[in-house]
């Protein structure tokens, strides 16, 4: 518990904490984009390769 107190008196220790909480957010964002790309993308190729053939 005292490395807690510690923690939040600590600056440093407080923006540590929020990059990591920039970082998750970064980290999602980025994988529900891709998700959402992923689709669209097979489609886009699927269409290119079967003009190609």
Do not use: D, H, P
Not at 37 to 46: D, P, V, Y
């Amino acid at each position: 518990m005292a490395f807690f107190r510690k923690l939040i008196k600590n600056s440093k220790g407080a923006t540590a904490i929020e990059y990591g909480l920039i970082a998750a957010l970064i980290a999602v964002a980025a994988v529900g984009a891709m998700s959402q790309l992923g689709g669209k993308l097979q489609t886009t190729f699927n269409s290119v390769s079967n003009n190609l053939n």
